[in-house]
């Protein structure tokens, strides 16, 4: 899968210079994490008594047994859905279907396991395969909180190797619920240009939802082929993971049907099965004699909104067959947008699908962003098709070999096709830096973890995290530098080679690459994905003396972790060099040692996952450097001493003053990276003090540095062209941000301007600037400019374009505005229900906002814990954003009212949000208490020189 609900980066950038803490989501991330599987861990029923002497039970963990071994399905699905709904026709959610699954008997036993959930089983029938003969069914269970679907049987199947044939009817029902088999809808221009809706199915099996479409042996390494029939309606097209083998008309119940079936899949597991039935158009092209196609509503495709995406589908193809040194396994590949999709893609062999905002990229409207997240989610899912697909892990304890892999590698075949993006540098800030600050937590967990420890369907899905996704991909970026990338393809190709159509775990991966370098990888690894966090290397570079300790935010007692770190590093001299940190420490080593008034950089390019520290003159004599000559310093390095810093000081390894000191040559960077790096960490200062003192001189000192970065931008600002690099339009955003947030009023007056072009009828904003120009306008605007851009959002039928003016309605000064804002979240005619909490979020972290939206979400409890049916997930996030900026005693003493209030009504989940938002409050508290004076000193001594 590709992770989570993807936020428009240019809008994501322009949130985050306004507020977005570093730290909040990410907590959430992480407690949901336990609470899910606090909340969810299905009981286990009791055994059922066996009628007679059969040694039976459910199995003792929720895993099923070994003693029978799926070979082959036969699955037939009805799908009675209608894709338009003539005149008064009903719609009709009903699916039905049969399957009989072949299977091989390797263990004596009297019970059948398998998985089913939410199916009505109407027949089941056991048959010898080569004597035919009927095994009597006892009788059948589906036990609901397990998902088992057991079947006892009259006599015992021997584990001699025999075949057997289970034959299940059963039944079930489309839920809106995006996960199985389930419906989803658009509209579109039909007869007389009137808007009619369209309906379609879809499907998601990741991670155990197969179980809902047909029973099934539901586990990854249960590998099967399948040989898949799906009926539908007449005028409706199916498609399936493997080829359309035929398609026929045939009468059932007086109804005319098409029965499509598709040719044999090669051995995969149950989770990549995949079906949809639309109406949908493709655009199409041959790669290495196979057809693929780009699957959209027709309206999208007419438009050549797929275009892209087939532009780039083949080259990223040819990128990884010539990488992996294997074709790509199937005879054809399917990539469907879907108007409705809960992750961002789901890697289903030979039939990906995605949210339209993946898949889909619309020139001149779409930022130049939007196209990177395209080719980055494709890239993506066609890396699953070797690393997930192919090769899949045994169990779910190791998905990070399938999304850590797909995660790192699409940087490199997104570098491979659009080689200017530099986007193997942007790997350090998306993937990174966002971990590094979740992985420092207590709250943090292994990224591969036992087997027993993942067993529930919830804590399955605990796992799709960014520790898994982007902690895996930097571990492997890591090893990569470490081998040499031609060494670490060598061992890749090895693993892939020798587990085609089977299953691995991390130990057959790391044997794979010991064979191509003959060292002991295993034990360099495993310290990386068995244990928790990563180290913070402190080297003295005055007596050469180097050690680790895990980095941890919150310091306590040295957990005594070790790892084996790979180190590189450069002196003043500019010579690079390797090493291996084998040793807690401290030792002395004599190459970390500085003479004169030279200085260290450690882990160049950040291939290391780990931070560093060094003494206080080492880093001065850096900073230094920086503010001589920066560009000696290689580009990486220059956000990673700022981002180092920032962090070091947050867990007080270093004074807050010398982390500010590593922004002050900024007054002289153009590039992206540094000042992004700057940007998320100075952001937390912002929300901290910008209700304080510190404010005045801090947005002094942001205004002094960044009106040079505004000026270097400004050609393409005032002509509304755009910067050919795709990070020059990035910093560019940020620009911009930080210019007309921090008052430099030429940035203002340029805002408004625009924006009143706009309003007498032209609008000239290039797309990845209307996030922030309209924001910063309508800051600057009145209560006219708010209701020209509302009505525009009210006439917007992009949903990108509505989500930006959505996004920048926020921005207002105005309270009223504010306040009506807010109670527009209330009607779902004027805010579609799944934006209210977003919006309410936008409202929060306008400093104007805050108070108003902390009010508002009290008042308004119950309607908003109920918006999402009370899925947790954006209820735990609501109170993790709106409480973002608490940092007085008042409102830590609010926040604890509002938890007894709450605990007296019961709602549960929400008083784990409440508490780590509780926990934050104080540690904010305390370190506004600690930082306070000197941070303000800092900012008045900066301004003042100048
Ligand atoms: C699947 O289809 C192929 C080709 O029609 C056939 O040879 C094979 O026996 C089928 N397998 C099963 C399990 O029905
Ligand atoms: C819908 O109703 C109209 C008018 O009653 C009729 O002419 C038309 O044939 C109907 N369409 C279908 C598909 O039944
Ligand atoms: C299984 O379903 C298919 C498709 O509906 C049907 O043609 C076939 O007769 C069914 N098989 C049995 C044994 O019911
Ligand atoms: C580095 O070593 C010197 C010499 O022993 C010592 O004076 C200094 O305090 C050390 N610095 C740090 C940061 O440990
Ligand atoms: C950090 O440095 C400043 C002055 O540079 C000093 O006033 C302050 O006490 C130091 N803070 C800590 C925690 O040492
Ligand atoms: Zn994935």
Not at 1 to 21: C, D, E, Q, R, W
Not at 263 to 270: G, H, R, V, Y
Request: proline share 4%; net charge negative; hydrophobic share 40%.
């Amino acid at each position: 899968m590709a992770k989570g609900v993807y936020i428009s980066k240019t809008l994501a950038i322009a949130t985050v210079v306004l507020t977005l803490s570093a730290l909040g989501g990410i907590i959430v991330m992480v407690t949901l994490y336990q609470m899910q599987i606090a909340r969810n861990r299905p009981v286990r029923p009791p055994s059922p008594v066996p009628t007679t002497p059969i040694p039976t039970g459910l199995p003792p963990t929720l895993r099923l047994p070994e003693n029978l071994i799926p070979e082959s399905y036969e699955l037939n699905l009805k799908l009675h859905l209608y894709t338009r709904l003539p005149n008064a026709t009903e719609q009709d959610y009903l699916f039905e279907g049969n399957s009989t699954v072949r299977f091989k008997c390797v263990k004596d036993t009297w019970t059948i396991f398998l998985h089913a959930l939410d199916l009505s089983v109407e027949t089941v029938i056991v048959t010898q395969e080569n004597t035919r003969e009927n095994i009597g069914v006892e009788r059948y269970t589906l036990h609901n909180d397990s998902n088992f679907f057991e079947i006892l049987l009259k006599k015992q199947l021997k584990g001699n190797g025999d075949y057997y044939e289970l034959f299940t009817k059963f039944k079930g029902e489309l839920l809106d619920d995006l996960t199985g088999l389930y419906p989803s809808q658009y509209t579109e221009k039909g007869h007389d240009d009137k808007e009619e809706k369209r309906f379609l199915v879809a499907s998601q099996m990741q991670a155990t939802d197969a179980r809902k479409v047909f029973p099934c042996f539901d586990e990854p390494a249960m590998k099967a082929v399948f040989n898949i029939t799906i009926i539908h309606r007449p005028n409706t097209r199916a498609i399936s993971n493997a080829k359309l083998d035929n398609e026929r008309y045939v009468e059932e119940e007086g109804n005319k049907w098409i029965a499509s079936t598709f040719a044999t899949t090669p051995i995969m597991s149950t989770y990549l099965l995949a079906v949809t039935v639309n109406e949908f158009m493709n655009e199409h092209d041959e790669h290495d004699k196979k057809e693929i196609s780009i699957w959209a509503r027709p309206e999208a495709v007419a438009a050549g909104h797929a275009t892209y995406a087939m532009s780039i589908t083949g080259k990223i193809l040819s990128f990884y067959e010539k990488k992996f040194n294997l074709k790509y396994p199937l005879n054809k590949l399917d990539q469907v947008a879907l108007p409705d999709f809960s992750a961002g893609a789901m890697e289903n062999w030979g039939l990906t699908m995605y949210r339209e905002s993946a898949l889909l990229y619309k020139e001149s409207v779409s930022s130049s962003s939007d196209k990177e997240w395209v080719a980055i989610v494709i890239a993506h899912e066609l890396a699953h098709q070797w690393f997930g697909n192919l090769v899949t892990m045994k169990w779910w304890n190791n998905l990070w070999l399938s999304e850590g892999f797909a995660t790192y590698i699409s940087y490199l075949g997104v570098d491979d096709i659009e080689p200017t993006w530099n986007i193997r540098d942007m790997f350090v800030l998306k993937e990174i830096q966002p971990v590094m600050e979740l992985d420092s937590l207590n709250a943090s967990h292994p990224l591969s973890l036992s087997e027993s420890e993942i067993e529930t369907a919830s804590e399955i899905l605990g796992l799709f995290d960014s520790i898994t996704y982007n902690k895996g991909a930097a571990v492997l970026r890591m090893l990569s530098a470490y081998m040499g990338e031609e060494k670490f393809f060598e061992g890749l190709r090895k693993y892939l080679e020798r587990y085609k159509y089977k299953n691995a775990d991390t130990k057959d991966l790391w044997t794979c690459m010991k064979e191509v370098t003959h060292e002991e990888i295993e034990s360099i690894m495993t310290s990386w994905t068995e244990q928790v966090g990563y180290p913070v290397i402190n080297i003295n570079t005055t007596t050469g003396e180097i050690a680790q300790e895990q980095f941890l935010l919150k310091r306590g007692k040295d957990p005594g972790l070790e790892w084996q770190v790979p180190i590189t590093y450069m002196k003043s001299d500019f010579v690079q060099k390797k090493d291996l940190l084998k040793d807690k420490g401290p030792v002395r080593k004599p190459a970390y040692e500085v003479t004169d008034d030279g200085w260290l950089l450690v882990n160049l390019n950040c291939n290391g996952y780990y931070r560093v520290n060094y003494d206080e003159q080492n880093w001065n004599r850096l900073i230094n450097q920086l503010e001589t000559n920066h560009e000696v310093i290689p580009l990486i390095n220059r956000g990673q001493l700022i981002d180092d810093a920032f962090n070091l000081a947050r867990a007080k390894y270093i004074n807050v003053t010398l982390a500010l000191s590593t922004t002050k040559y900024l007054i002289n960077e153009t590039e992206y990276f540094p000042w992004e790096s700057a940007v998320n960490n100075l952001d937390y200062f912002i929300l901290m003090f910008d209700r304080s003192e510190v404010y005045g001189p801090m947005q002094k000192y942001l205004r002094m540095q960044v009106v040079p970065l505004y000026n270097y931008f400004q050609e393409y600002t005032d002509n509304a062209t755009v910067p050919r690099n795709l990070t020059d339009q990035y910093n560019q955003i940020n620009a911009i941000s930080l210019a007309c947030s921090n008052g430099f009023t030429e940035c203002t007056d340029m805002a408004t301007k625009l924006f009143n072009e706009w309003k007498n009828g032209t609008n000239r904003i290039p797309a990845h600037l209307k996030p922030t120009i309209y924001c910063n306008a309508i800051a600057a605007g009145n209560e006219d400019d708010w209701d020209f851009a509302w009505k525009k959002y009210e006439e917007a039928t992009l949903a990108t374009e509505q989500d930006v003016l959505r996004y920048a309605l926020s921005c207002t000064k105005i309270i009223w505005l504010l306040n009506r804002y807010l109670e527009y979240t209330l009607d779902p005619n004027k805010i579609k229900k799944m934006d209210a909490v977003s919006t309410i979020n936008y409202i929060a972290r306008n400093v104007a906002g805050q108070a108003l939206a902390w009010d508002f979400i009290r008042a308004q409890w119950t309607y908003i814990s109920h918006l999402y049916g009370g899925g947790i997930i954006s209820v735990g996030g609501i109170i993790d954003d709106v409480t973002e900026r608490f940092s007085t005693d008042f409102e830590l003493q609010q926040l604890k009212q509002f938890r007894n209030e709450l605990d007296e009504d019961g709602l549960g989940p929400t008083t784990r949000a409440l508490d780590q938002a509780i926990e934050r409050t104080e540690a904010n508290i305390k370190w506004v208490k600690e930082t306070k004076q000197t941070v303000l000193n800092w900012f008045i001594e900066q301004t003042q020189i100048h």
